[in-house]
């Protein structure tokens, strides 16, 4: 009873809240109008919570899209689909606020109200709501009105014809108002409204009000009726679609508003799909052509950005003589942005042209943008060139990277040089150890092998844990041999260097590689490199060293925990620094779960019988409380080494029904060690 009273006086709090002068008090309120409604039942939500909503005069835009927000939560809390059209009188206030984002939210949740009505419902409630806005004084109404025909008409029983051409003369209607932002509302869900409507309807009305939006003097109104295209193009047959929409996509291509020819330049190709490639090729290239040369920068970057996709569409014979000639010169394009656009897709022209096509025509361009001075460009044409060496290898492109990956790897901007090091392991993987160790002309070294060390003392952190990162992914790729020559040398001996943080760098680099190299490289040499580290004079050095032999123990046999890590974090537990004693018996507990006789998993709230510490996986778990419970057990069966287990722990101790019996040691504290019979399963 007292949880129920407490439950209640938290919301009648709620609803006080809603009327509190203090806006954000208001604000935490109307977000929990789910438990509010909850709280009251769907009779009271309906006769008390909604009436209140409708008639609030809150005058925050923040609290009005917050309600508009969490109305369309409100549906399951009203009492079924026949009472859903309580909803509406409170969204139409909203629909016909000043505040977009507020008449968009209150949009969004009146479609989701009239999706889950009854057709009664819809009659009734919904599309004479529908009504009112659009024939509203004021244009927001209107303009939230062209979002919901799509809804009332497709929920419209068939057989209401005359609603039907009622909703439709009144979207012809807003399709022609003299206010432009509810022309531009109309042209924006034409589509959606389209797609509900009959297919003759579409072919004649539809098609009709969309030759007449085309023509509109606002460039804002022709923009949206640009996307348009594509969703008119996929509901009429494509000899229609030819006749009727690619003139006027033609038209739009040659605009006067470069926003108009923007927006087909990133539809055109959606267009392109929906008549066909035979079609696109005729009809529509000499179109796309046309765009990639515009004047202004961003449609020939929205073309450019489509450039792979068309190739793939129209086929290589035409790419290579109507779209290459085009990507050559925007690959000097005066816009570094136009250029790095291309970049970032040029690489899948390859597949679609093939090997002798991609090395006439594309491999100059590669070479050309790997050169560009713009770090965005090369980056883009070096994380695609994996794409390229599925048709000619990157052999070809060998020579020419390393310079651009030098100049990368010594940008400036940290984030280039972040960038280019995530790269490096997948290029190596592509062009083998000889890619690392080549000389570029007049170089005594190997540049990349170099660069790779290089970026462990970079003076940004995030540069310095990439490359540690980098070094391990490169040893996956080429082995522990190959790392133990050409990497942990030179990782050893940055260990002395003077600066405590590139040190903190090394301990880091040689944890990650000692899981990599495997155990006997890792004996030899990370192992006496982390020792002679637990003796730095620095502390921040020595808890990194603490920390990484608990990482290490994970990659080693129990015999190197017992013999070689625990010893030294004994040690180190002795440390005069606090947070290297905090760090080394954090190591020592892994320790003991990688080494100890007892490794398991606690499921629920189950212990070994009489109270025994059970070491985790992950951390210790410890009850006093004596139950049941299934665990993962390293164990000696019948003195023959460990082997791994589940039992099943029995209340009382062993006995009573066991399959057979298992005797296992469990650690217990820090040392000692206890013999038990459990139960196997």
Same mark, same amino acid.
């Given at each position: 009873?007292?949880?129920?009273?407490?439950?209640l006086f938290?919301v009648?709090?709620?609803?006080d809240?809603?009327k509190?002068?203090?806006?954000?008090l208001?604000?935490n309120s109307i977000?929990?109008?789910?438990?509010?409604?909850?709280?009251?039942g769907a009779?009271r939500?309906? +006769?008390?919570? @909604?009436?209140?909503?409708?008639?609030?005069n809150?005058?925050?835009?923040?609290c009005l899209?917050? @309600?508009?927000?969490?109305?369309?939560? *409100?549906i399951?809390?009203v009492?079924?689909?026949e009472?859903?059209?309580c $909803?509406?009188a409170?969204l139409?206030n909203?629909?016909?606020?000043?505040?977009?984002v507020?008449?968009?939210?209150?949009?969004?949740?009146?479609?989701?109200?009239?999706?889950?009505?009854?057709e009664?419902?819809?009659?009734?409630?919904?599309?004479p709501?529908?009504?009112?806005?659009?024939?509203?004084?004021?244009f927001?109404?209107?303009?939230?009105?062209?979002? /919901?025909f799509?809804?009332?008409?497709q929920?419209?029983?068939?057989s209401?014809?005359?609603l039907?051409?009622?909703?439709?003369?009144?979207?012809s209607?807003?399709?022609?108002?003299e206010?432009?932002m509810?022309?531009?509302?109309?042209?924006?869900h034409?589509?959606?409204?389209?797609?509900?409507c009959?297919?003759e309807?579409?072919?004649?009305e539809i098609?009709?009000l969309?030759?007449?939006?085309?023509?509109?003097?606002?460039?804002?109104v022709?923009?949206?009726?640009?996307e348009?295209c594509?969703?008119?193009?996929r509901?009429l047959?494509?000899?229609?679609?030819v006749?009727?929409?690619?003139?006027?996509?033609?038209?739009f291509?040659a605009?006067k508003?470069?926003?108009?020819?923007?927006?087909?330049?990133?539809q055109?190709?959606?267009?392109?799909?929906s008549?066909?490639?035979?079609?696109?090729?005729t009809?529509?290239?000499?179109?796309?052509? !046309?765009?990639l040369?515009d004047?202004e920068?961003e449609?020939?970057?929205?073309s450019?950005?489509k450039?792979?996709?068309?190739?793939?569409l129209?086929?290589?014979?035409?790419a290579?003589?109507?779209i290459?000639?085009?990507?050559?010169?925007?690959?000097?394009?005066?816009?570094?942005?136009?250029?790095?656009?291309?970049?970032?897709?040029i690489? =899948?022209?390859?597949?679609?042209?093939?090997?002798v096509?991609?090395i006439?025509?594309?491999?100059p361009?590669?070479?050309?943008?790997?050169?560009?001075?713009f770090?965005?460009?090369?980056?883009n044409?070096?994380?695609?060139?994996?794409?390229?060496?599925?048709?000619i290898g990157?052999?070809?492109l +060998?020579?020419? $990277?390393l310079?651009a990956?030098?100049?990368?790897?010594?940008?400036?901007?940290?984030?280039v040089? *972040?960038?280019?090091?995530?790269y490096?392991?997948?290029?190596?993987?592509q062009?083998?150890t000889?890619?690392?160790f080549?000389k570029?002309?007049?170089?005594?070294?190997?540049?990349?092998?170099?660069l790779?060390?290089?970026w462990?003392s970079?003076?940004?952190? +995030?540069?310095?844990?990439?490359?540690?990162?980098?070094?391990?992914k490169?040893t996956? #790729?080429?082995?522990?041999?190959?790392?133990r020559t050409?990497?942990?040398?030179?990782v050893?001996?940055?260990?002395?260097?003077p600066?405590?943080?590139?040190?903190?760098?090394?301990?880091?680099?040689?944890?990650?590689?000692?899981?990599?190299?495997?155990?006997?490289?890792c004996?030899?040499?990370? /192992?006496?490199a982390?020792?002679?580290?637990?003796?730095?004079? #620095?502390p921040n050095?020595?808890?990194s060293?603490?920390?990484?032999?608990?990482?290490?123990?994970?990659?080693v046999?129990?015999?190197?925990?017992?013999?070689?890590?625990?010893?030294?974090?004994?040690?180190?537990?002795?440390d005069?620094?606090?947070?290297?004693?905090?760090?080394?018996?954090q190591s020592? !507990?892994?320790?003991k779960? +990688?080494?100890?006789?007892?490794?398991?998993? /606690?499921?629920?709230?189950?212990s070994?019988?009489?109270?025994?510490?059970?070491?985790?996986?992950?951390?210790?778990?410890?009850?006093?409380?004596?139950?049941r =419970?299934v665990?993962?057990?390293?164990?000696?069966?019948?003195?023959?080494?460990?082997?791994?287990s589940?039992?099943? @722990?029995?209340?009382?101790g062993p006995?009573? =029904?066991?399959?057979? @019996?298992?005797?296992?040691?469990?650690?217990v504290?820090?040392d000692?060690?206890?013999t038990?019979?459990?139960n196997? /399963?």
């Amino acid at each position: 009873m007292g949880d129920e009273a407490d439950d209640l006086f938290n919301v009648a709090m709620l609803i006080d809240e809603l009327k509190n002068e203090n806006v954000q008090l208001r604000l935490n309120s109307i977000r929990r109008l789910t438990t509010i409604a909850s709280a009251l039942g769907a009779e009271r939500t309906r +006769s008390e919570l @909604i009436p209140f909503l409708t008639d609030s005069n809150d005058d925050e835009d923040e609290c009005l899209l917050a @309600i508009a927000e969490e109305m369309g939560n *409100l549906i399951p809390k009203v009492g079924g689909p026949e009472h859903v059209h309580c $909803l509406l009188a409170p969204l139409e206030n909203l629909a016909t606020v000043e505040e977009t984002v507020v008449r968009e939210k209150a949009v969004d949740a009146a479609c989701k109200v009239g999706k889950s009505m009854n057709e009664e419902g819809i009659h009734e409630h919904y599309i004479p709501m529908v009504q009112r806005l659009a024939n509203g004084d004021w244009f927001t109404a209107r303009v939230s009105a062209c979002g /919901m025909f799509a809804v009332a008409y497709q929920k419209c029983a068939a057989s209401k014809t005359e609603l039907r051409r009622g909703l439709q003369q009144t979207f012809s209607k807003l399709c022609c108002d003299e206010t432009p932002m509810v022309r531009r509302a109309a042209a924006q869900h034409l589509g959606t409204f389209a797609a509900v409507c009959e297919t003759e309807y579409v072919k004649t009305e539809i098609m009709a009000l969309f030759q007449q939006l085309t023509t509109d003097e606002q460039d804002s109104v022709r923009l949206l009726a640009v996307e348009d295209c594509a969703a008119l193009g996929r509901l009429l047959p494509k000899e229609e679609c030819v006749f009727e929409v690619v003139p006027i996509v033609k038209k739009f291509a040659a605009d006067k508003s470069w926003r108009v020819r923007y927006q087909v330049a990133r539809q055109l190709y959606e267009l392109c799909e929906s008549i066909g490639k035979d079609l696109a090729r005729t009809e529509l290239l000499p179109s796309y052509e !046309q765009l990639l040369m515009d004047n202004e920068a961003e449609v020939r970057i929205a073309s450019a950005s489509k450039v792979s996709s068309f190739c793939t569409l129209v086929g290589a014979e035409a790419a290579a003589t109507k779209i290459i000639p085009r990507v050559k010169e925007l690959a000097s394009d005066a816009s570094q942005h136009v250029r790095a656009a291309l970049a970032s897709v040029i690489m =899948g022209l390859a597949p679609t042209l093939g090997k002798v096509q991609t090395i006439d025509q594309l491999l100059p361009i590669f070479l050309v943008l790997l050169k560009d001075e713009f770090p965005e460009v090369r980056l883009n044409i070096i994380s695609k060139l994996d794409q390229v060496n599925q048709v000619i290898g990157v052999d070809l492109l +060998s020579q020419e $990277l390393l310079p651009a990956i030098k100049d990368l790897a010594e940008d400036i901007h940290w984030r280039v040089r *972040l960038a280019i090091i995530e790269y490096i392991p997948l290029l190596a993987s592509q062009m083998g150890t000889a890619f690392l160790f080549q000389k570029t002309s007049g170089a005594k070294e190997e540049q990349l092998n170099n660069l790779c060390l290089q970026w462990l003392s970079d003076r940004v952190y +995030s540069i310095r844990e990439a490359a540690a990162v980098n070094l391990q992914k490169l040893t996956e #790729v080429f082995g522990s041999e190959w790392a133990r020559t050409h990497i942990l040398p030179h990782v050893i001996d940055l260990l002395g260097n003077p600066h405590y943080l590139y040190r903190m760098t090394m301990v880091k680099a040689l944890t990650l590689l000692a899981g990599a190299v495997g155990q006997e490289v890792c004996m030899r040499d990370v /192992m006496p490199a982390l020792k002679t580290a637990s003796r730095d004079k #620095v502390p921040n050095v020595r808890f990194s060293v603490a920390k990484a032999f608990g990482e290490v123990a994970s990659a080693v046999d129990a015999s190197v925990v017992e013999g070689e890590i625990k010893p030294i974090l004994f040690e180190m537990e002795q440390d005069a620094d606090a947070d290297v004693r905090f760090y080394a018996t954090q190591s020592l !507990q892994i320790a003991k779960t +990688s080494s100890g006789w007892l490794d398991a998993t /606690m499921h629920a709230r189950a212990s070994c019988a009489g109270g025994v510490r059970v070491t985790g996986a992950r951390e210790p778990a410890w009850s006093a409380r004596r139950g049941r =419970g299934v665990y993962s057990v390293r164990c000696e069966r019948d003195g023959v080494g460990g082997g791994t287990s589940l039992l099943d @722990i029995p209340q009382e101790g062993p006995g009573g =029904g066991a399959v057979g @019996i298992l005797s296992f040691k469990a650690s217990v504290g820090v040392d000692v060690l206890r013999t038990m019979q459990c139960n196997a /399963m």
